[in-house]
């Protein structure tokens, strides 16, 4: 999904899935496969940086800024992909994890 489908989607704001939202994201960061993939710490904390970001955002009610900032770190793990290192596969991977998860919690398709 690229930033012109975020606005062909009608987005709601779930409070009660904060936490959810929250909680996955933040195990989903400790998981030991990416520091064993290699992946730098300093890619880690940016991250989780621009994952809290992006939820904080979310239940403020600006769903689609949220979305945007992660949208656009999925599609710079994606092009750092083609350096060849294994970790960057990983780092992509966990984001387009984050993207899911935040359009499952965030948004439905539009009823048009």
Not at 43 to 62: K, N, Y
Not at 89 to 97: K, M, P, S, V
Not at 99 to 108: I, M, N, Y
Request: proline share 4%.
């Amino acid at each position: 999904m690229d930033v012109g489908s975020a606005i062909d989607l009608q987005f709601c704001v779930q409070g009660e899935l904060r936490p959810a939202f929250r909680t996955s994201n933040s195990v989903g960061l400790q998981r030991p496969h990416l520091r064993e993939a290699g992946v730098p710490e300093a890619a880690l904390a940016r991250m989780r940086h621009q994952i809290r970001q992006a939820s904080d955002l979310g239940h403020a009610g600006r769903v689609v800024d949220g979305f945007v900032i992660l949208l656009s770190a999925l599609d710079e793990a994606r092009a750092a992909e083609s350096d060849g290192e294994f970790w960057t596969r990983e780092l992509a991977r966990e984001y387009q994890i984050s993207v899911d998860h935040f359009v499952e919690k965030f948004a439905r398709p539009s009823s048009h």
